[in-house]
């Protein structure tokens, strides 16, 4: 089966350790990360975890479901490209120096809707965000100008669904007189 | 489970462990002391008429006795042990009750938390070590924490599916002050122990069982844990569904019964291996497709229609394709699903089966039971103490050959009857395992199985049976040889027989050195004296049989092969 790019949320308890559980469900596979972020969600002490991998839907469901068996996960769903609308950050380190030699850098600045976070009298700090391709093709070009460190988060993504399933996960919860509070 | 005391009484963190689990209902647990538990085993000191602690040999052996006494219980088995090779000698044990799903919680001593992460003496991260074989795990650094985290400890052992908890309680948390209250813990909202049945989930699968021509029933360890014994029953009665065992399975049904048709498996019967791939419809009942009853997947049940009945999730198409999954648990799920199926019979059907037994037992049993050589075969022993004890004593096994030839001619009579270890295959597993089953069923007899190497890999808890009088009767099956391997040996790599010979002591001498009277028997007309003076034995017996040298396991799947190329010889 043709391996695509799937992208896996999950809900977890904030406890030490729970990040160990859930990449030792790849690592035990030889399923490679390809990104990875984890904040806190809209729900306080539930934490979100988004984890890019490259898989099939059915090898991908089977993971979601290895997740959840995590006693301290609450749910893991996985989407594919198509399924959600995602980001990345990306920051570009360049010598200020550089932008003084015609206006170069600049345009590259206003062609990729990137924007300068700070600029002192050694460097300056671009910010752009977007999919890979685009952070990747902004490097490329600010590369022959000297890019001295760059850097790319991992992948935030929310789901085309109409409300977060997690809610009615919760919701159900409730319903069912059982504990919705963190123990 | 005792009413929770409402008036906080300060106490120890020490003192709270023990009081916790005296709330939890455990009146025994294995264990070992050390450095870093001992404020624990202080505690355990005042109340030794309230909780029975079994000082083992060997920390793996004090896990292993845990799952015998949770096998033949239901009940959690619990365990007592201290930080680093304390905590690392359980994770042979812990990782069995892992894929085994055997409710086990096991209780490690750690460095003070202020030494956490400094190599201190004794100190390894038993936490990050067991998080892929635990079901759940978590360090305890505060007294006040241990209430909450035992009562969490034991909801997530024996819920669901079960499986084995670790808790790792530094030394400072032993010794602190707490209120101590104790509240069971009734569910936690990331975890769900048990899915709902859900109607339209039996209703597919009534369908495909109402349309089925060739139905086979796969009952797994599941049932029991489930103790839908009697529900499995109504439901096979009243479609007439043949029903087949796998390894952990076995006793779910009596041996005897008419619609039992045997067991699947790479060593299993012959009808129930071959006859899975004619068969339109499988019901597989609390069991997960090990590889060692699909054999190649790809050639697995090739006609048929999978109906998956589980209670986790994660199961569902993890191996095999379910056309109809039925999740949640069996007790409830099986009624269900009986009242929505038509009576059925399917006589013509389960003599297909028939023909199968009467080929196995002309090719194969007749040899094995009743051999023509002077050389004793394990099969006839297994079978003799078997009937010994009237086909109803619990079968405790060892791992390998006679393993899998106690799992075929013994036969029972009631659930929960053998304690094996499947999953792992663990060697060394059988000798704890039986004290365990023993102190949890002392009413029943307790028949370990044992082969001469795996017998060696824990013989150490010979002490633990002669300290605690534990009256197991060991059947130790001695060909001098790592039986299974070699086997392998003999039939995959040319009889190149690599490291599997043994030579061993005198193992009469040992159990005599540990006051366990031991017979040996090296010749057939001595067997059934010698089984009669076992069986009349009041205390713990080693029954040493000297079999055949170079004796093969059959029926066969090899490695790689499809179940339908089983080979009977």
Same mark, same amino acid.
């Given at each position: 089966?043709?391996?695509?790019?799937?992208?896996?949320?999950?809900?977890?308890?904030?406890?030490?350790?729970?990040?160990?559980?859930?990449?030792?469900?790849?690592?035990?596979?030889?399923?490679?990360?390809?990104?990875?972020?984890?904040?806190?969600?809209?729900?306080?002490?539930?934490?979100?975890?988004?984890?890019?991998?490259?898989?099939?839907?059915?090898?991908?469901?089977?993971?979601?479901?290895?997740?959840?068996?995590?006693?301290?996960?609450?749910?893991?769903?996985?989407?594919?490209?198509?399924?959600?609308?995602?980001?990345?950050?990306?920051?570009?380190?360049?010598?200020?120096?550089?932008?003084?030699?015609?206006?170069?850098?600049?345009?590259?600045?206003?062609?990729?809707?990137?924007?300068?976070?700070?600029?002192?009298?050694?460097?300056?700090?671009?910010?752009?965000?977007?999919?890979?391709?685009e952070t990747q093709e902004l490097f490329d070009k600010l590369d022959p100008y000297g890019v001295t460190q760059f850097t790319r988060s991992g992948r935030v993504a929310i789901n085309k669904m109409k409300k977060e399933p997690l809610i009615d996960y919760l919701k159900n919860l409730a319903?069912?007189?059982?504990?919705?509070?963190?123990? | 489970?005792?009413? &929770?005391?409402?008036?906080?009484?300060?106490?120890?963190? &020490?003192?709270?462990?023990?009081?916790?689990?005296?709330?939890?209902?455990?009146?025994?647990?294995?264990?070992?002391?050390?450095?870093?538990?001992?404020?624990?085993?202080?505690?355990?000191?005042?109340?030794?008429?309230?909780?029975?602690?079994?000082?083992?040999?060997?920390?793996?052996?004090?896990?292993?006795?845990?799952?015998?006494?949770?096998?033949?219980?239901?009940?959690?088995?619990?365990?007592?042990?201290?930080?680093?090779?304390?905590?690392?000698?359980?994770?042979?044990?812990?990782?069995?009750?892992?894929?085994?799903?055997?409710?086990?919680?096991?209780?490690?001593?750690?460095?003070?938390?202020?030494?956490?992460?400094?190599?201190?003496?004794?100190?390894?991260?038993?936490?990050?070590?067991?998080q892929p074989v635990t079901k759940w795990n978590y360090q305890i650094t505060r007294a006040e924490e241990i209430p909450r985290a035992i009562a969490r400890a034991f909801y997530i052992a024996k819920s669901g599916?079960?499986?084995?908890?670790?808790?790792?309680?530094?030394?400072?948390?032993?010794?602190?002050?707490?209120?101590?209250?104790?509240?069971?813990?009734?569910?936690?909202?990331?975890?769900?122990?048990?899915?709902?049945?859900?109607?339209?989930?039996?209703?597919?699968?009534?369908?495909? +069982?109402?349309?089925?021509?060739?139905?086979?029933?796969?009952?797994?360890?599941?049932?029991?844990?489930?103790?839908?014994?009697?529900?499995?029953? *109504?439901?096979?009665?009243?479609?007439?569904?043949?029903?087949?065992?796998?390894?952990?399975?076995?006793?779910?049904?009596?041996?005897?019964?008419?619609?039992?048709?045997?067991?699947?498996?790479?060593?299993?019967?012959?009808?129930?291996?071959?006859?899975?791939?004619?068969?339109?419809?499988?019901?597989?009942?609390?069991?997960?497709?090990?590889?060692?009853?699909?054999?190649?997947?790809?050639?697995?049940? +090739?006609?048929?229609?999978?109906?998956?009945?589980?209670?986790?999730?994660?199961?569902?198409?993890?191996?095999?394709?379910?056309?109809?999954?039925?999740?949640?648990?069996?007790?409830?799920?099986?009624?269900?699903?009986?009242?929505?199926?038509?009576?059925?019979?399917?006589?013509?059907?389960?003599? *297909?089966?028939?023909?199968?037994?009467?080929?196995?037992?002309?090719?194969?049993?007749?040899?094995?039971?009743?051999? *023509?050589?002077?050389?004793?075969?394990?099969?006839?022993?297994?079978?003799?103490?078997?009937?010994?004890?009237?086909?109803?004593?619990?079968?405790?096994?060892?791992?390998?050959?006679?393993?899998?030839?106690?799992?075929?001619?013994?036969?029972?009579?009631?659930?929960?009857?053998?304690?094996? &270890?499947?999953?792992?295959?663990?060697?060394?597993?059988?000798?704890?395992?039986?004290?365990?089953?023993?102190?949890?069923?002392?009413?029943?007899?307790?028949?370990?199985?044992?082969?001469?190497?795996?017998?060696?890999?824990?013989?150490?808890?010979?002490?633990?049976?002669?300290?605690?009088?534990?009256?197991?009767?060991? +059947?130790?099956?001695?060909?001098?040889?790592?039986?299974?391997?070699?086997?392998?040996?003999?039939?995959?790599?040319?009889?190149?027989?690599?490291?599997?010979?043994?030579?061993?002591?005198?193992?009469?001498?040992?159990?005599?050195?540990?006051?366990?009277?031991?017979?040996?028997?090296?010749?057939?007309?001595?067997?059934?004296?010698?089984?009669?003076?076992?069986?009349?034995? *009041?205390?713990?017996?080693?029954?040493?049989?000297?079999?055949?040298?170079?004796?093969?396991?059959?029926?066969?799947?090899?490695?790689?092969?499809?179940?339908?190329?089983?080979?009977?010889?």
């Amino acid at each position: 089966m043709i391996k695509q790019e799937f992208t896996i949320t999950i809900f977890s308890e904030n406890r030490i350790g729970i990040l160990n559980q859930i990449v030792s469900v790849f690592t035990r596979r030889h399923i490679n990360i390809e990104s990875l972020t984890s904040s806190e969600s809209a729900i306080e002490g539930i934490h979100k975890l988004t984890i890019v991998v490259f898989s099939n839907r059915e090898e991908v469901e089977i993971l979601a479901r290895q997740i959840e068996k995590s006693i301290d996960v609450l749910k893991a769903y996985s989407f594919s490209h198509d399924e959600i609308v995602y980001q990345e950050i990306a920051l570009y380190k360049v010598p200020t120096a550089k932008l003084f030699k015609g206006n170069e850098i600049e345009k590259l600045v206003r062609r990729y809707g990137a924007r300068i976070l700070e600029m002192t009298a050694d460097y300056t700090i671009i910010e752009k965000t977007g999919h890979k391709g685009e952070t990747q093709e902004l490097f490329d070009k600010l590369d022959p100008y000297g890019v001295t460190q760059f850097t790319r988060s991992g992948r935030v993504a929310i789901n085309k669904m109409k409300k977060e399933p997690l809610i009615d996960y919760l919701k159900n919860l409730a319903k069912n007189g059982l504990n919705t509070n963190i123990q | 489970m005792k009413e &929770s005391k409402k008036q906080p009484v300060m106490m120890t963190g &020490s003192q709270a462990v023990m009081e916790s689990l005296l709330n939890e209902g455990v009146d025994l647990m294995f264990g070992y002391p050390g450095g870093a538990i001992m404020p624990v085993y202080d505690a355990l000191y005042s109340i030794q008429d309230k909780l029975h602690h079994v000082l083992v040999r060997h920390e793996q052996g004090a896990v292993h006795a845990a799952q015998g006494y949770a096998r033949v219980t239901g009940k959690v088995g619990v365990c007592l042990v201290t930080s680093g090779p304390g905590a690392t000698n359980t994770v042979t044990g812990i990782a069995d009750a892992d894929i085994d799903s055997t409710p086990v919680v096991v209780i490690s001593g750690q460095v003070g938390s202020s030494l956490l992460g400094s190599d201190a003496f004794q100190e390894t991260d038993i936490v990050g070590i067991t998080q892929p074989v635990t079901k759940w795990n978590y360090q305890i650094t505060r007294a006040e924490e241990i209430p909450r985290a035992i009562a969490r400890a034991f909801y997530i052992a024996k819920s669901g599916r079960p499986g084995p908890v670790l808790l790792d309680i530094t030394k400072d948390a032993q010794f602190g002050m707490l209120e101590y209250t104790y509240e069971p813990v009734t569910s936690i909202r990331s975890y769900t122990p048990c899915p709902p049945v859900e109607p339209a989930q039996i209703e597919e699968a009534s369908k495909l +069982i109402n349309l089925a021509k060739k139905p086979m029933a796969l009952v797994g360890q599941g049932v029991l844990i489930a103790g839908a014994e009697k529900e499995l029953l *109504e439901f096979l009665e009243k479609t007439d569904i043949p029903a087949a065992q796998t390894l952990l399975g076995q006793s779910a049904l009596p041996s005897d019964h008419r619609l039992s048709i045997g067991r699947l498996g790479m060593h299993g019967n012959y009808g129930p291996n071959i006859k899975t791939n004619d068969c339109d419809l499988i019901i597989a009942l609390g069991m997960r497709f090990d590889d060692r009853v699909t054999a190649d997947t790809k050639n697995y049940a +090739i006609k048929a229609k999978i109906i998956h009945m589980d209670i986790d999730p994660a199961e569902i198409n993890k191996i095999i394709h379910a056309d109809a999954p039925v999740l949640g648990n069996l007790k409830d799920s099986l009624p269900m699903l009986t009242a929505r199926v038509n009576k059925n019979d399917h006589s013509e059907w389960l003599e *297909e089966f028939r023909a199968c037994d009467r080929i196995e037992n002309e090719r194969l049993i007749k040899r094995e039971l009743f051999p *023509e050589k002077p050389e004793l075969k394990v099969a006839e022993v297994v079978r003799r103490v078997s009937e010994a004890y009237n086909d109803d004593a619990i079968m405790v096994t060892d791992v390998g050959q006679h393993q899998m030839t106690a799992w075929r001619y013994f036969r029972f009579k009631r659930s929960r009857s053998v304690v094996t &270890s499947g999953g792992l295959g663990t060697m060394g597993f059988g000798l704890p395992a039986s004290i365990g089953a023993k102190l949890g069923k002392p009413d029943r007899p307790v028949c370990l199985f044992v082969g001469d190497g795996g017998f060696q890999m824990t013989i150490q808890e010979l002490g633990t049976i002669n300290q605690s009088k534990v009256p197991v009767k060991i +059947i130790l099956i001695n060909n001098n040889f790592l039986g299974m391997v070699r086997q392998w040996q003999e039939l995959f790599f040319d009889y190149r027989y690599a490291s599997t010979e043994l030579i061993n002591p005198d193992f009469q001498t040992i159990a005599r050195g540990y006051n366990i009277p031991a017979i040996k028997v090296t010749e057939r007309k001595n067997l059934d004296k010698a089984i009669e003076k076992m069986v009349n034995s *009041e205390g713990p017996f080693l029954l040493e049989v000297a079999v055949e040298k170079e004796g093969n396991v059959f029926p066969m799947v090899p490695a790689g092969a499809s179940v339908a190329d089983i080979r009977l010889e």
